[in-house]
């Protein structure tokens, strides 16, 4: 588990010990070359650069991890829109060495978030859709609570209880929770879908201040329009 300060987002790295084959979830590109020493320092193959969903409040480390670690290949979902070596559905796995991640399509926070779920390790990966005690919003970026609602209800909560689930981001510096806490202390899930609606319809919250800057550049890979200091690594 890795951490970027500015965004409270967690990027995951996982990897089979035995093939050295590994998978980097959700990373920053502030942070890609962070990401790379490790992964060289650890001795990994790194396979594949994988996305939850199109991020709003950063942009996407995928497109200069490409560089830095030759040969990986980008994936996220085919109904992101997104450009990516590899579009990914419902139902689809990922696999790195003798480990797969099975893909559970997610929408409502956006239409293209899934959720990549460990069946052996018993954990889940659940990007913006289910967040310790929360949810990502619904907005903005093709939102719908409704849809968030049965999406999390269906695909997370679903799972048995003692899954561990790794949100995308953290504000309180909570780092994980389970499908049982989810299910009994989150304040928006607990309730009916009508209140939940109601609950994220009165949210308030503030436009996000990246979002213009993130959503292009994430649409292909964080390599649209950066901003000049970012730019220039890709350039190096």
Request: net charge negative; charged share 25%; with cysteine.
């Amino acid at each position: 588990m890795l951490f970027d300060r500015e965004s409270c987002t967690y990027t995951y790295l996982l990897a089979d010990a035995t093939t050295k084959d590994a998978v980097l979830i959700d990373p920053v590109i502030e942070l890609a070359e962070r990401d790379a020493q490790l992964i060289k320092d650890l001795g990994l193959k790194l396979k594949f650069v994988m996305n939850t969903h199109v991020h709003a409040d950063h942009i996407s480390g995928t497109g200069l991890l490409k560089k830095l670690v030759p040969g990986c290949q980008s994936v996220i979902s085919e109904e992101s829109g997104a450009t990516a070596d590899t579009h990914v559905k419902h139902g689809d796995t990922v696999t790195f060495g003798n480990h797969e991640l099975e893909v559970r399509s997610t929408p409502g926070h956006t239409n293209g978030c899934v959720t990549y779920v460990s069946h052996v390790e018993k954990f889940a990966f659940t990007g913006d859709a289910l967040l310790i005690r929360g949810c990502g919003r619904t907005d903005f970026q093709e939102g719908s609570s409704e849809t968030l609602y049965d999406s999390v209800k269906s695909q997370i909560l679903s799972l048995p209880d003692d899954f561990l689930l790794y949100p995308a981001h953290d504000y309180k510096g909570q780092t994980v929770t389970t499908v049982v806490e989810e299910k009994e202390f989150n304040p928006r899930l607990t309730k009916s879908k009508e209140e939940f609606i109601n609950i994220m319809k009165n949210l308030g919250l503030a436009y996000p201040k990246k979002i213009d800057v993130s959503l292009p550049a994430n649409k292909v890979c964080g390599l649209y329009n950066l901003p000049a200091d970012l730019a220039a690594k890709l350039e190096a």
